[in-house]
């Protein structure tokens, strides 16, 4: 890309992070995300945690530069650095999820690795850089090179280059690196590392562009059915059959080789332990940086499996006769929204009273009842309690309906389902009708299946255990 005066102009009003960098607070949103996201290598992070850190770090920074400094909510600038005119906050709901997740975007990623590199560095390597542009020539050169006898005649080289070494080394002749070797290396295979990490998310959002593109194509089609479907299935291996897509993949079956990883484990901690790879310092992350590739390698797998199974869905014949007017709903909007997108309207776009619709049926509406006035007697008569028996206030009961949906639940734990009258053998009736009718109740409210062909004998007993039996339609609970 050029970086002559119009092109640098159109970056600096359309990238995410030159928005970023010169954003108000900058050093708030790149050191928070910093902390957040990268350093602890999180692909995504639910709303209620972010806001939680974010609100931390408020009252922290508040305590120091005074509450006018930040006077937003944390849930403010949250949803703030997640739209569109922003772009350093992706949100997104995950699968099966009610509630909202967040990942940073590439963009901010690399306005991130940008001030990193800001940096002094107290040891600037090149040697081992210099190796690397030849020996990645030198691949390039061996793996295009179709004409037999030069391929034989490069390995026949390195072959006597190798039996040079070995009998050297059976000399005693043994060449080891430097200090400075060693330190210059390692700060190559850290940048090259971190670099590699940092660019998943790259990766992953142009996955996500290229499926915005296949969308796009099918939200505005006008054709035919059969010809939709044919050019999806022309679409549907883009992301795998794209540049990206390969090279993702060749680097996914690489790694996950447990044999490669247990070697890179090791020769991590061997390199690491060396006493002048310690004096650079190095990220602490790097011993284990393999196990973060796996992580972000895995989330970006993820995403494209999810993209790719989203844009097959649309070969679902079945589906597309069943939804198909929802279908045809749901492309005018995407196409009247895509058309939006690049001339947005001024002013208010849309205004939504209420989530859902409020229904008032006339019928539901109850019928008026007069209200009942009260007449008070200023002379109160005391009646004759002679002939009252308070006893019955004192045989009331209460039918426990908790008890015996647990009881019911119980019982259909071990079978697939059961008869009133196997519940009512395993668990008595005690308290006589009530406690029948109320075994109905929750039949009919569980939806159970009563068979009016097939009657059941109930035993209901009272205090004195004497037997009572009813006879009743049969009631089979389920689970």
Not at 386 to 403: G, P
Request: proline share 3%; with cysteine; hydrophobic share 40%.
């Amino acid at each position: 890309m050029k970086l002559d005066y119009e092109s640098l102009s159109l970056i600096k009003k359309a990238h995410p992070a030159w928005r970023l960098l010169v954003a108000d607070h900058a050093p708030l949103i790149l050191s928070f995300l910093h902390r957040v996201f990268i350093n602890k290598n999180v692909r995504d992070i639910s709303q209620v945690e972010l806001i939680s850190k974010l609100e931390d770090e408020l009252f922290y920074l508040r305590e120091i530069e005074g509450e006018e400094k930040f006077p937003r909510s944390a849930a403010d600038y949250i949803e703030e650095w997640a739209q569109d005119d922003k772009g350093w906050l992706r949100k997104f709901y995950p699968t099966g999820a009610d509630e909202p997740a967040y990942d940073i975007t590439s963009a901010t990623e690399k306005a991130i690795s940008w001030l990193e590199g800001l940096t002094t560095r107290k040891f600037v390597g090149t040697e081992s850089r210099l190796m690397m542009v030849f020996e990645l020539l030198q691949q390039m050169i061996d793996g295009t090179e179709i004409d037999p006898d030069k391929r034989i005649i490069e390995l026949q080289r390195k072959k006597r280059e190798i039996d040079q070494e070995i009998e050297a080394i059976r000399h005693g002749h043994i060449n080891r690196l430097s200090d400075t070797a060693l330190r210059d290396r390692a700060q190559q295979v850290e940048s090259t590392a971190m670099d590699l990490l940092r660019d998943f998310r790259e990766v992953e959002n142009n996955f996500r562009q290229l499926d915005k593109e296949v969308r796009e194509k099918i939200a505005t089609w006008d054709g035919r059915k059969g010809e939709l479907l044919e050019e999806i299935l022309q679409e549907r291996d883009a992301i795998a059959d794209s540049d990206q897509g390969r090279s993702f993949q060749a680097f996914w079956n690489f790694l996950m080789s447990i044999d490669r990883q247990a070697k890179l484990t090791e020769m991590l901690a061997k390199v690491t332990g060396f006493d002048a790879v310690r004096e650079l310092q190095l990220d602490p992350r790097l011993k284990r940086i393999h196990y973060d590739w796996l992580e972000a390698a895995s989330h970006t797998q993820r995403t494209v499996a999810k993209l790719s199974h989203q844009l097959r869905r649309f070969l679902d014949d079945k589906t597309y006769l069943e939804n198909k007017r929802i279908i045809n709903i749901l492309q005018d909007i995407q196409t009247a929204a895509i058309d939006v997108r690049s001339n947005v309207p001024e002013g208010m776009f849309m205004e939504v009273d209420e989530s859902n619709a409020t229904i008032a049926l006339p019928f539901e509406r109850p019928l008026f009842s007069p209200p009942v006035k009260p007449v008070i007697e200023l002379d109160v008569v005391e009646a004759d309690g002679a002939n009252i028996n308070a006893d019955i206030l004192f045989e009331q009961f209460m039918v426990d309906r908790t008890k015996l949906e647990s009881q019911i639940n119980k019982m259909l734990q071990t079978s697939e389902q059961i008869s009133l009258s196997e519940l009512t053998r395993k668990y008595p009736v005690k308290k006589g009708v009530a406690e029948l009718v109320c075994y109905f109740v929750i039949a009919a409210e569980k939806r159970a299946v009563f068979d009016e062909d097939q009657h059941e004998k109930i035993i209901l007993l009272d205090e004195t255990a004497n037997e009572k039996h009813v006879q009743v339609p049969r009631v089979i609970f389920t689970r």
